[in-house]
């Protein structure tokens, strides 16, 4: 009888259901399950590839109505809080979901780890453009609730690679004192120390291979999650952030650096999640990491994106500095000098190469180099960027 009500009451309000949002009211665990149903990865490494599921289990509408918020657990209880259907819209469903997340992760670091390692293969791996641009803004938004310290001196430590020898060394450190292999006897100091140096060891540089990080990610949660040891389960938390650390900032640099015109929507969002964490700083660096080589540049390559709105983006970042950040030029490991190129510099040359001349490219530019050498006044001619251009070219 009483069941007989209750259907009967949950089939009159579901009516009211139909408008709310697939994520809402819905806890991290949920959301967390409910994405696991749906996006599936396929293959491992390099070729990892994802596929959303047409059909899957999904939360009951009751848990995610507000006005049934008091009645979860009795209504889940009763008729199950999930339950099988085919997916209207998949790509929709999961973009939900993903916005959603990093309010349920908080500031716990095990939640925050494992929201990212749902988040880092939706954002980088081919997916519909919606739910990479979604991912990548909710990832970040993750990192600043742990908080990650992103592009914080970036030019100085971009592009140093491992010692191989030393990693290799501090893996089988981690695997000779994980907390599993130990038993009930804690580690003498002199095993302590190794294990520590170890953990620093193994996060000192960002690892080669993207899918090599995030596995890292992995490996170092568990650590963190099984160690019994307040002083090394603090060691080992510090090396989690920074794994998630070298995850993150390689994510972002990757985006940037990409040149296909139907993701210059993801580019934008990355570049200014770039600036948003590394300040005005990291505005050399962007350019420092977005230019192709010059031995590199050709007709088919250029110096850099040729999407008028990043280009815009870049003149807009590079316009807001004054001083010696806007002639600091980035010169990357591996790069030769002539390759560097200040914010100043930048805007110079885009205003140069512009073949319009009422080009709107060329006007914000000439705008922002006039910002940045604290002239009063905004010639619009190219005499003076090119004097300045030909004095600084001599200067350096």
């Known amino acids: 009888m009483m069941r007989g009500i209750l259907r009967a ?39 990892r590839r994802i596929h959303f599921a047409d059909r899957a289990p999904v939360s009951a509408w009751y848990l995610r109505w507000a006005l049934t918020q008091l009645l979860r657990w009795p209504l889940g209880f009763l008729f199950g809080t999930t339950h099988e259907g085919e997916l209207d819209d998949p790509v929709g ?24 390692l749902h988040l880092v293969p939706l954002a980088e791996l081919d997916t519909p453009i919606g739910v990479r641009v979604a991912a990548l803004e909710a990832s970040c938004r993750v990192a600043g609730q742990l908080p990650l310290p992103l592009f914080v001196g970036a030019a100085e430590r971009f592009g140093l690679p ?3 020898a030393r990693v290799a060394a501090a893996r089988t450190a981690l695997q000779l004192g994980r907390p599993e292999q130990r038993g009930a006897e804690p580690l003498g100091q002199a095993q302590a120390d190794a294990y520590a140096a170890a953990l620093r060891e193994i996060v000192a540089s960002p690892l080669p291979a993207p899918h090599d990080r995030l596995a890292l990610v992995g490996e170092l949660r568990e650590l963190h999650r099984r160690e019994r040891d ?3 389960r603090s060691r080992a938390a510090v090396a989690l952030r920074r794994s998630l650390q070298h995850v993150l900032e390689g ?16 580019r934008l969002c990355a570049i200014q ?8 700083e990291a505005v050399p660096f962007l350019l420092a990491v977005m230019a192709a080589p010059a031995a590199e540049v050709s007709t088919a390559r250029p110096r850099l994106d040729p ?74 001619d190219l005499d003076w960027v090119r004097q300045w251009r030909e004095t600084r070219q001599r200067q350096s």
């Open 230 to 232: 307040a002083g090394l």
């Open 162 to 164: 491992p010692d191989p």
């Open 307 to 380: 999407d008028p709105l990043v280009r815009l983006r870049l003149v807009h970042l590079c316009g807001q500095l004054r001083g010696e950040l806007a002639l600091r030029a980035v010169r990357l490991p591996g790069r030769d000098p002539w390759d560097a190129m200040a914010p100043a510099d930048f805007l110079a040359w885009t205003i140069l190469t512009e073949t319009g001349y009422y080009s709107k490219l060329r006007v914000a530019a000439t705008a922002a180099l006039a910002l940045c050498l604290s002239r009063r006044d905004v010639p619009q």
């Open 273 to 280: 999640h770039v600036r948003a964490a590394g300040g005005p």
């Open 9 to 47: 009451a949950l089939a009159s309000a579901a009516l009211g259901a139909c408008g709310c949002s697939v994520a809402d009211n819905l806890s991290y665990r949920e959301l967390a399950a409910e994405l696991d149903a749906i996006v599936q990865v396929d293959g491992t490494g390099v070729d």
């Open 251 to 266: 994510v972002l640099v990757r985006m940037v650096q990409g040149r296909d015109p139907q993701l210059a929507e993801l």
């Open 93 to 116: 469903h999961v973009r939900a979901l993903v916005s959603e997340l990093p309010d349920e992760a908080g500031a716990d670091l095990d939640t925050c780890t494992d929201a990212l």
